[in-house]
């Protein structure tokens, strides 16, 4: 009995390291200025090496960790390879969502996400809202 509860504990300690390294290693994939992980590669660096999302890089002419400047061609391939074995959170979290998955299942769950939003169909209006909110 007690080889099981000393596998278990042990198991259960593996298990706590390994979830620890992902999310250490998702935090670092982070954006440091929208705080999101990137979806999409090539992801755009300093010449340092950290790490801003291809959104955040447009307006950006020094990098937000470092200040150095910023150049057109820096990108980290590895940082690429990376984004699709970390956990990324809903694009509707800002909406309240709390569903953090791997992307290809991610997409899934963003397209039935109950906090999701939706354009107006009234094509003179560009406003996007809640689809909980238009049911009601």
Known sequence: M??????????KEELEVIMNLEEDLASRLECPVC???PRTGPIPSCPV???????????????P???RPLSVENT????SALIDKVEHKC?????????????????????ICPERTIKCPNLRCRKEFKLKSYQS
Do not use: M, P, Q, W
């Open 65 to 67: 960790t470092c200040r």
């Open 2 to 11: 007690n080889n099981f509860f000393l596998e278990y504990s042990s198991i």
């Open 49 to 63: 090496g950290h790490l801003i999302c291809s959104t955040c890089r447009e307006s950006l002419d020094t990098c």
């Open 91 to 111: 694009k509707f979290h800002v909406h309240g969502c709390d569903v953090r998955r791997l992307l290809g299942e991610l997409t899934k769950h963003e397209k």
């Open 35 to 37: 705080l999101s992980v």
């Open 76 to 79: 980290n391939c590895l940082a």
